[in-house]
């Protein structure tokens, strides 16, 4: 049994690790990633999608991507998180551990691919791969669990969750191997409007608890003003807006200085800026 204890006043028997062996596990730290993109130019077929884009994220920053559809937002990701290589132009990944950005990356897709089969414990624990040991994998588990406050779900089956639980869940996955980059993919598309706003508040709490680089692309500009440090537009191909957002976190919806950004955002999207 490890000396974790919860905050959140678990149903007892979640938290026991496998085996029962005493054991100090710490969640980890992160180590942040930089990002140098240079004249990164993107081409499928005839379709020239990015043009000429240079772009520096540094370690720490929550930047998100916003533009019509078919601007390019998915190429870009792809780019950025090493799934992909640019046609032309050099990108430049760099953190003090020295792990190669396919190592320190994590996505959170729209959907939130749990495995049916597996408790939610074991879902999380996923995230860490193969190299950790059983044990230390499902105190982890537990303790990131713990932080997006579904410690009392451990046990459960991802069936028997609402959509904002299992979207958390994959979160805990994401985070429990405390990447240094975290890409979200239209992570909250699916979510009513509540629990979107539920859900971006511990986005929000994670990354400034945390301190990971954060790339987030989204539809909402509402939504790319709550979370981020900085707003970037797409549009033709290049950055047509690249807008810092100057204000505190924790951010609160109706707040008259963010709708400013807002209506900057939109208005760029909509080429009147
Ligand atoms: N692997 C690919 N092969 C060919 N064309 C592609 C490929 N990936 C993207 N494209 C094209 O590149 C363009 C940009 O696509 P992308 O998915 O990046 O846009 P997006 O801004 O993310 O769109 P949406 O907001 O609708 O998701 C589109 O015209 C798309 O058809």
Known sequence: MSGYVSRYAPRPGTIEPLGGQRQTVSAGATEA???ELRRI?????????????????????FLAIVGKSGCGKSTLLRL????????SGSLRFADR???TVEANARIVFQEPRLLPWARVVDNVAVGLGQDVDENTAHVKALMVLDEVQLLDKADQWPARLSGGQRQRVALARA??????????????GALDALKRITMQ???????????FTAILVTHDVSEAVHLADRVIVLDGGKVALDL???AEHPRHHGDPDLAVFE???????????
Not at 50 to 57: C, E, N, P, S
Not at 175 to 188: A, Q
Not at 201 to 211: A, M, P, Y
């Open 33 to 35: 990633v930089s990002i």
């Open 41 to 61: 130019d993107q081409t499928f077929g005839p379709n020239r999608v990015l043009r000429g884009i240079d772009l520096d994220v540094p370690a720490g920053q």
């Open 80 to 87: 950025l998180v090493g799934l992909d290589r640019p046609t």
């Open 97 to 99: 551990s020295g792990d």
């Open 175 to 188: 985070l429990v191997s405390r990447p240094g980059l975290l890409v979200f993919d239209e992570p909250l």
């Open 201 to 211: 508040q511990l986005v929000s709490r994670v990354w400034r608890e945390l301190g």
């Open 244 to 246: 810092d957002i100057a």
């Open 263 to 273: 209506r900057r955002l939109l208005n760029a999207i909509l080429g009147a800026d």
